[in-house]
């Protein structure tokens, strides 16, 4: 299908947990590396439905921040039943919204909008196709899977839906949704930079780090602001050679670092350069966020994750994945890291052997789906239908 010609293409985004604006960031640097005429503008949803940033004057800070600082401490509990009062809060705002969007729509006049949140998409695509009929809407799942009802798939919408799972196609058929609105990934998006990287001499880029070239060495992640649990995690593995990579969290990282350990550690605060850290790891522990999960296997690394009432509820589905796909182990606390780690180190070329199989290629293959559904959003009616190529796997 040739190129869609200069158009102006909006990816929406939000902070909380950082992924969303992470895959937003994934798919514009893609959009450009594949040289596509596009102007890609990211949307901040926040910032158009709060523009005189009310919230952060009433409260000190954003609404995200407030999201990321629980993740931080690891206050996640009970965050189920807080995503049916946030659901029903938009549903009962829904007409309002929909007129705030529909102003920002007839102003800024995308010609494709792609949103990477969840919850919204009702009253984004709703108000898109009031405010500018024709003009296609595109939800892309950053989640494994979707978290029912109405996180990602909305049933009867007519949203197109990215999926990077056969799970999340499966969801998308059982929601009613047509064939040539469902497009198939190989995973996740994640950045250019886990597939890019250059081999390393492992052994003396440990040694300049002082961590021991032979032991086997795990890497800490738990997202850009890392998570308390880490430190329970230190403390139980203090014979296990780790990297804990803290992001901006430097309240946890001090406390890491001053930790004793009978094993070399190397405590990180933020850094992009997280995919050469991994190619220095043998192994991933942190929770079964979509992102992380990807970027390990990506580099061939195991995980080892957990899977409890604590776990956030659209992420409960990736502990189930990482089974199913024998990429690692699922614990149900981390209590057990000890004794998980020791399983992990046993089966390590097993578990490697399974990650190294995985060929997760969505940061190339969104950016072509996104350029056919243009060109069909371009074609008169009858040509469009025909031309529709449904699912992409």
């Given at each position: 299908?040739?190129?869609?010609?200069?158009?102006?293409?909006?990816?929406?985004y939000?902070?909380?947990?950082?992924?969303?604006?992470?895959?937003?960031?994934?798919l514009?640097?893609a959009?450009?590396?594949?040289?596509?005429p596009?102007?890609?503008?990211?949307?901040?949803?926040?910032?158009?439905?709060?523009?005189?940033?009310?919230?952060?004057?009433?409260?000190?800070?954003d609404?995200?921040?407030?999201?990321?600082?629980?993740?931080?401490?690891?206050?996640?509990?009970?965050?189920?039943?807080e995503?049916?009062?946030l659901?029903?809060?938009?549903?009962?705002?829904?007409?309002?919204?929909?007129?705030?969007?529909?102003q920002?729509w007839?102003?800024?006049?995308?010609?494709?909008?792609?949103?990477?949140?969840?919850?919204?998409?009702r009253?984004l695509c709703?108000?898109?196709?009031?405010?500018?009929?024709?003009?296609?809407?595109?939800?892309?799942?950053?989640?494994?899977?979707?978290h029912?009802?109405?996180?990602?798939i909305?049933p009867?919408?007519?949203?197109?839906?990215v999926?990077?799972?056969?799970?999340?196609?499966?969801q998308?058929?059982?929601?009613?949704?047509?064939?040539?609105?469902?497009?198939?990934?190989?995973?996740m998006?994640?950045?250019?930079?886990?597939?890019?990287?250059?081999?390393?001499d492992?052994?003396?880029?440990?040694?300049?780090?002082?961590?021991?070239?032979?032991?086997?060495t795990?890497?800490?992640?738990?997202?850009?602001?890392?998570?308390?649990?880490?430190?329970?995690?230190?403390?139980?593995?203090?014979?296990?050679?780790?990297?804990?990579?803290?992001?901006?969290?430097?309240a946890?990282?001090?406390?890491?670092?001053?930790l004793?350990?009978?094993?070399?550690?190397?405590?990180?605060?933020?850094?992009?350069?997280v995919?050469?850290?991994?190619?220095?790891?043998d192994?991933?522990i942190?929770?079964?966020?979509?992102?992380?999960?990807?970027?390990?296997?990506q580099?061939g690394?195991?995980v080892?994750?957990?899977?409890?009432?604590?776990?956030?509820p659209?992420e409960r589905?990736?502990?189930q994945?990482?089974?199913?796909?024998g990429?690692?182990?699922?614990?149900s606390?981390?209590?057990?890291?000890?004794?998980?780690?020791?399983?992990?180190?046993?089966?390590?070329?097993?578990?490697?052997?399974?990650?190294?199989?995985?060929?997760?290629?969505?940061?190339?293959?969104?950016?072509t789906?996104l350029n056919?559904?243009?060109?069909?959003?371009?074609?008169?009616?009858?040509?469009?239908?025909?031309?529709?190529?449904?699912?992409?796997?």
């Open positions: 299908m040739s190129v869609a010609p200069d158009r102006t293409v909006d990816l929406v939000f902070n909380a947990g950082g992924g969303h604006r992470a895959s937003a960031l994934a514009e640097s959009i450009r590396r594949q040289g596509l596009w102007k890609v503008r990211l949307i901040n949803l926040r910032e158009v439905l709060d523009p005189r940033d009310s919230f952060r004057k009433l409260t000190g800070m609404p995200e921040d407030v999201y990321n600082k629980r993740l931080a401490r690891g206050w996640t509990l009970g965050l189920a039943q995503l049916k009062l659901q029903g809060m938009i549903r009962w705002g829904h007409a309002a919204l929909a007129r705030q969007l529909q920002h007839l102003r800024s006049e995308p010609d494709l909008v792609v949103s990477l949140i969840p919850n919204f998409n009253v709703e108000s898109l196709a009031s405010a500018l009929p024709g003009v296609p809407f595109v939800t892309v799942l950053t989640d494994l899977a979707d029912p009802p109405n996180f990602w909305e009867g919408l007519g949203q197109h839906l999926c990077g799972s056969a799970k999340a196609v499966q998308a058929r059982a929601a009613g949704c047509a064939e040539d609105r469902i497009h198939a990934t190989s995973g998006l994640i950045r250019s930079a886990f597939y890019e990287t250059q081999p390393i492992r052994a003396a880029e440990r040694r300049r780090l002082k961590l021991d070239p032979d032991r086997p795990a890497l800490v992640l738990f997202g850009g602001q890392g998570s308390k649990a880490m430190l329970g995690i230190a403390k139980r593995l203090a014979d296990t050679q780790l990297i804990l990579v803290c992001g901006h969290n430097e946890l990282a001090r406390p890491l670092r001053a004793p350990s009978r094993a070399p550690k190397l405590v990180l605060g933020f850094t992009s350069d995919a050469r850290y991994m190619q220095l790891a192994f991933f942190g929770k079964p966020g979509p992102g992380s999960l990807s970027e390990a296997v580099m690394l195991p080892l994750v957990v899977r409890n009432r604590w776990t956030l659209q589905y990736n502990a994945w990482v089974r199913e796909q990429v690692g182990l699922v614990c606390s981390f209590v057990e890291v000890d004794r998980a780690v020791n399983e992990m180190t046993r089966h390590l070329d097993r578990f490697r052997s399974a990650a190294g199989r995985m060929r997760n290629r969505a940061v190339f293959e969104v950016p789906i056919g559904i243009l060109a069909r959003a371009d074609m008169p009616q009858g040509e469009a239908v025909q031309g529709a190529v449904g699912i992409h796997r």
